[in-house]
């Protein structure tokens, strides 16, 4: 366990309880003000709380991840629901205002209104269902960025993150999670600037990045857009990952109606949409370069001929090296 590494982690904790705390006093003097901030965002408030969460941990773990095993066209995964977030923008978001519905479960009630409020019961089972889904891939990335720091079991990592998340959140409603995403978005941004910089300028550019793929007959990894099937396989993504996301959530209807008008709820909305989609490929971009690196140093002695691609493991296993060593190396 390194000292720095603990020593932060505390410490952005400690934060981020600080900023929920700061909220709490404003936004317990009123269900309006704990729920939707009173209705009062500004464009900087909206514009950072989403960049906040839509660059999130568990989407740049879990980009390195696809990038590095199977090259920089994996982007288009995470990115899908970014691209349908586009037709929600569009098709939804002065609806929702205009109508003043403050969630999928109101929308559907007054949509099917012969169904007696009973359309809430299902439409309230797939919601659930659907954030099960996405909030637990989340923790379950960032539980191994806190096992690599903290060295503790698994399973009590992501039960300690759910605590940690549910508390400080729960302080101040609303305007605890903007304050907070305000304060990750930023950190992220930077983060992912500087890990770029120095892989970039360690792995001696894009050039030797270039070349290298060529070297083991690999040179896909370095292609946004690989192949002639490319346009089939993003289709595919679009209607199994795009629908999932097509009518946003409830943290979206949330703060779309807590926006002071309708142009800062629609452009606070899509700007930093814009501004993710390009934000994402750093990580994809940096894994790769770094891999570069990495591999070249570490497994200079074996063959990456292979005739599988993304065949690392396999190269791995050829030098002697066990999957959880390649997990402690290359994940983080």
């Given amino acids: 366990?390194?000292?720095?590494?603990?020593?932060?982690?505390?410490?952005?904790?400690?934060?981020?309880?600080?900023?929920?705390?700061?909220?709490?006093?404003?936004?317990?003097?009123?269900?309006?003000?704990?729920?939707?901030?009173?209705?009062?965002?500004?464009?900087?408030?909206?514009?950072?709380?989403?960049?906040?969460?839509?660059?999130?941990?568990?989407?740049?773990?879990?980009?390195?991840?696809?990038?590095?095993?199977?090259?920089?066209?994996?982007?288009?995964?995470?990115?899908?629901?970014y691209i349908v977030g586009f037709f929600f923008a569009f098709l939804f978001i002065t609806r929702i205002r205009k109508l003043k519905q403050y969630s999928i479960g109101d929308m559907m009630a007054l949509r099917y209104p012969k169904f007696n409020e009973a359309v809430r019961i299902p439409t309230a089972i797939a919601v659930i269902i659907r954030n099960v889904t996405v909030i637990g891939m989340q923790f379950s990335a960032i539980s191994l960025l806190v096992v690599y720091v903290f060295g503790i079991n698994r399973n009590f990592a992501i039960l300690l993150i759910f605590i940690l998340i549910t508390a400080y959140t729960s302080l101040s409603g609303l305007w605890g999670i903007v304050g907070t995403d305000i304060l990750q978005g930023i950190m992220q941004a930077a983060?992912?600037?500087?890990?770029?910089?120095?892989?970039?300028?360690?792995?001696?550019?894009?050039?030797q990045a270039t070349l290298y793929f060529a070297s083991i007959d690999h040179s896909e990894y370095l292609r946004l857009i690989n192949g002639p099937d490319w346009w089939g396989q993003v289709g595919i993504y679009v209607f199994t990952i795009g629908l999932f996301f097509l009518i946003g959530d409830q943290g979206d209807w949330q703060k779309i109606n807590s926006c002071k008008t309708d142009r800062i709820a629609f452009w606070g909305f899509l700007m930093p949409l814009c501004v993710a989609m390009i934000w994402l490929m750093i990580p994809a971009y940096t894994q790769n370069i770094k891999m570069k690196r990495s591999r070249w140093r570490r497994f200079s002695a074996v063959s990456y001929r292979d005739s599988r691609p993304g065949s690392i493991l396999t190269c791995q296993r050829k030098a002697g090296f066990t999957d959880a060593y390649y997990r402690s190396q290359y994940l983080f």
């Fill in 191 to 207: 983060g992912l600037i500087l890990l770029f910089t120095q892989s970039y300028k360690l792995s001696g550019g894009w050039q």
């Fill in 1 to 81: 366990m390194n000292f720095w590494s603990i020593s932060f982690s505390v410490l952005y904790i400690l934060a981020l309880f600080s900023i929920s705390i700061f909220f709490a006093r404003k936004a317990v003097s009123s269900y309006e003000e704990y729920n939707l901030c009173g209705r009062s965002l500004s464009f900087a408030y909206v514009v950072m709380t989403y960049f906040g969460t839509w660059v999130g941990g568990g989407t740049i773990i879990g980009l390195v991840g696809l990038s590095y095993l199977s090259g920089i066209s994996k982007y288009w995964i995470m990115s899908i629901p």
